[in-house]
C-alpha cells in the first residue's frame, strides 16, 4: 500500500472535489481518495493505491480537472 498526499490550489465547491476524485480515480492502482475542500485556501488529497503512484500522472490528473498542486509527496515525509 502506498498513500500520497496532494496539496491543491483552485478548488472552490463540490464539483472541483468530484472532478479531482473522478481523474485521479483513473490511475492504476488506486483505492481510496480523500479530499477535504479549503475554499479560498489549499485544499488536499490524499490517495491510496495498491502501488507507488507516479506523482508526474498525479499532477497531470489534478490539473485535467482544472486545480493545480502546490505539493505531492508520500505521505509522512516532508
Do not use: F, Q, Y
Not at 26 to 48: C, H, Q, R
Amino acid at each position: 500500500m502506498s498513500t500520497r498526499k496532494v496539496d491543491i490550489s483552485g478548488m472552490a465547491c463540490g464539483h472541483c472535489i468530484a472532478s479531482v476524485t473522478e481523474e485521479l480515480s483513473t490511475l492504476e492502482g488506486v483505492g481510496n481518495i480523500d479530499v477535504v475542500l479549503n475554499k479560498g485556501g489549499v485544499s488536499a488529497a490524499t490517495i491510496t493505491a495498491s502501488r507507488e503512484l507516479d506523482p508526474d500522472k498525479v499532477n497531470e490528473a489534478v490539473v485535467e480537472a482544472g486545480s493545480h498542486v502546490i505539493n505531492n509527496k508520500p505521505e509522512g515525509k516532508v
